[in-house]
């Protein structure tokens, strides 16, 4: 079998939101505490890749003690899905080869242009030598929508609208992964659909809908065309209270989809 954990749930902001007095951000509820969005896959090929490298990848790769990485899969440019990268220095430094990036074209010249001491290495270090602690050593791999090899595994890519921009979904074997976009495009959901899916992973901001994210009412609008056997609401704001939210998946009879918990994880095949 293959898994997947939810190393964070959280909207841009995290949960509780610093500074914020809400029910939601002073609830004593664990579930309630989100980090900010990224996954962990570790494959039955034994390989481990990283989705996102979230601002608080540190925290959540203790967590989740994982000793090797394999690849990571950025899914867009976003500060809460790449503002983490620095953290992957210790993977880094411990393989013989760079370890690799995927990234859409746009999201690789995006991240060159933030992180040159990372990935204009050649040029920044070019009349200085490196000094300290050392630099991550990371290599860029622009995939293009549909099948790609990440880490020796199949994937199945795809563009979903976000922002002024767009956010990789991807499909991995029985598990379907869609966050951070505005509207799923027919065709997109036709290819999850035809995946037939056991676990699918799918935005859900707020209730109230969002210029940039899926809100509630068109998640389960989704998840209900999709039919995987089982979804999981994820990159929730301080708006969605673990407890309510169940409550009212159950009294709409959808006792399969599951607001997401931070440490969390699933198996698929
Ligand atoms: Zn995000
Ligand atoms: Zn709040």
């Not at 000094?131 to 890519?157: C, K, M, R, W, Y």
């Not at 979804?231 to 209270?241: C, N, R």
Request: aromatic residues 8%; glycine residues 6%; charged residues 20%.
């Amino acid at each position: 079998m293959n898994k997947i954990t939810i190393l964070g749930s959280g909207t841009s902001t995290g949960v509780p939101i610093l500074g914020c007095n809400c029910a939601i951000c002073q609830s004593n509820d664990p579930r309630n505490k989100r980090l900010r969005t990224s996954v962990l896959l570790e494959t039955e090929q034994a390989h481990t890749i990283l989705v996102d490298a979230s601002p608080d990848l540190r925290a959540q790769l203790l967590q989740t003690q994982t000793a090797k990485l394999d690849a990571v899969i950025i899914t867009h440019d976003h500060a809460d899905h790449t503002h983490g990268i620095d953290d992957l220095r210790p993977y880094s430094f411990k393989n013989s080869s760079p370890l690799p990036v995927f990234a859409d074209a746009h999201a690789c010249e995006s991240l060159t242009i933030k992180f040159p001491y990372i990935f204009q290495r050649e040029k920044v270090y070019s009349s200085k030598p490196i000094l300290g602690g050392g630099i991550p050593l990371l290599d860029l791999h622009p995939i293009s929508p549909g099948q790609s090899t990440v880490a020796n595994e199949t994937f199945f890519f795809a563009g979903l609208p976000h922002g002024h921009g767009e956010s990789l979904c991807f499909i991995h074997k029985k598990l379907g992964y869609m966050i951070d976009c505005r509207e799923i495009p027919e065709s997109v959901l036709i290819n999850f659909r035809d995946a037939k899916l056991e676990i699918l992973i799918i935005d859900c901001l707020r209730y109230l809908p969002h210029q940039t994210h899926l809100h509630l009412e068109l998640a389960l609008e989704y998840i209900q065309f999709i039919s995987p056997k089982m979804a999981v609401l994820t990159h929730m704001g301080h708006e969605m209270d673990y407890l309510d939210l169940t409550r009212q998946l159950h009294q709409r009879q959808m006792g399969h989809v599951f607001p997401a918990i931070d440490g969390q994880s699933f198996l698929y095949s």
